[in-house]
């Protein structure tokens, strides 16, 4: 009797200690009630407070098509670690909020903050409604994506305002985003970091509502990293205004532009960035490989800027060698980070929980 009650505790013992394997490594999910804004910001203060710390296991947050509607509401924090939000289409799956605009300011109207390291975006939209074209504002700041943490990837994620939409705010992150969409008017990407767009597709918005004036595309500000924005076989639609591809916003702004397609080649300005800084005349400013619609080279053998900023001017190159533009390849700017390794496996594991849940 005695060695029949030891053989049945061993066994209910190793029983247990499987089932608990068997549920560490059972996925983290959480899914989200279709156009429920209410259930999506407690999903995301779920995920915050499962995935606390920065070694946790990989959360999946899953948001079925609908209109999330978050109101005046700005600022939603995700403070965890490790999550991935995974909507079930880009033009589907749409957060949305929109900031009384007397409150207007880049770090006032976001729809997302993103505090955490390691967040995966895929297959959804932000929309930051702030009435840009309202007369009584100097500056139209509404920020879809405000990026404090750092590894952030995002996949298939159409960011949607006018000025300051995306903003990397983190002097030393490093983010990724893959065949993703960003529309705007004004520095509608900023902030500092390296962050490489592979395959996006840029929309300059019309500046002013008489459709005047003219957009300016990335303002960044990099500090203690050393590539800065890398755009990389991007996209640029224009609706109306004429545009430039970047200014200097101040510390050490760096910008290359490579193998992009300009579906309006006329409405790039003649000197392509804008030579005026904002708090800075010195910059690395530069493109190669640059096409019209039909695939053409429409480079300029030199492009010579004279960037000023109050007293001072400098003349810098702006088009690259072909041996400096072969130095840009992810590996190279990722030394210790693979994210197109874990996009394609996190890309992977949501087509199954999707499938599975939705």
């Not at 983190?170 to 893959?178: A, K, L, M, P």
């Not at 000197?271 to 800084?277: E, P, T, V």
């Amino acid at each position: 009797m005695h060695a029949n009650l030891t053989r049945m505790k061993r066994l209910l013992l190793i029983g247990c200690c499987l089932l608990c394997v068997l549920l560490g490594r059972a996925q983290q999910v959480i899914v989200v009630k279709a156009g429920d804004a209410e259930s999506l910001l407690a999903a995301i203060e779920q995920a915050n407070a499962m995935n606390a710390q920065k070694n946790a296991q990989r959360t999946f947050v899953l948001i079925p098509n609908g209109y999330y509607d978050l109101g005046e509401r700005v600022l939603t924090r995700i403070t965890g670690h490790n999550i991935a939000f995974i909507g079930e289409s880009m033009q589907g799956t749409i957060i949305r909020n929109k900031p009384d605009y007397h409150n207007e300011g880049i770090g006032k109207t976001a729809v997302l903050q993103n505090w955490g390291n390691g967040n995966y975006f895929q297959d959804l939209t932000l929309r930051d409604d702030l009435f840009y074209y309202n007369n009584d504002m100097k500056d139209g700041r509404g920020v879809a994506l405000h990026d404090k943490g750092d590894h952030t990837i995002c996949l298939r994620v159409c960011l949607d305002s006018h000025q300051d939409t995306y903003y990397s705010d983190n002097d030393t992150s490093q983010h990724y985003f893959e065949d993703s969409e960003i529309h705007g008017t004004v520095d509608f990407i900023c902030g500092n970091g390296d962050v490489w767009f592979e395959r996006c597709l840029i929309v300059t918005e019309p500046r002013h509502r008489d459709e005047s004036g003219r957009d300016v595309i990335a303002a960044p500000r990099t500090s203690e990293t050393s590539w800065g924005f890398i755009f990389n076989r991007c996209t640029i639609e224009n609706k109306v205004s004429r545009f430039q591809y970047a200014r200097g916003w101040h510390t050490t702004p760096r910008c290359v532009w490579l193998y992009t397609t300009l579906l309006t080649p006329k409405l790039l300005t003649p000197s392509r960035f804008d030579a005026y800084g904002i708090k800075v005349v010195d910059n690395f400013f530069r493109e190669y490989g640059t096409m019209d619609a039909e695939g053409h080279d429409i480079t300029p053998k030199t492009n010579v800027v004279t960037f000023i900023c109050k007293n001072d001017s400098m003349d810098i190159e702006t088009i690259l060698k072909p041996e400096d533009a072969e130095c840009y390849t992810r590996k190279n700017v990722y030394t210790s980070w693979n994210p197109v390794k874990q996009l394609k496996k996190l890309e992977r594991q949501a087509a199954k929980l999707l499938k599975k849940n939705l």
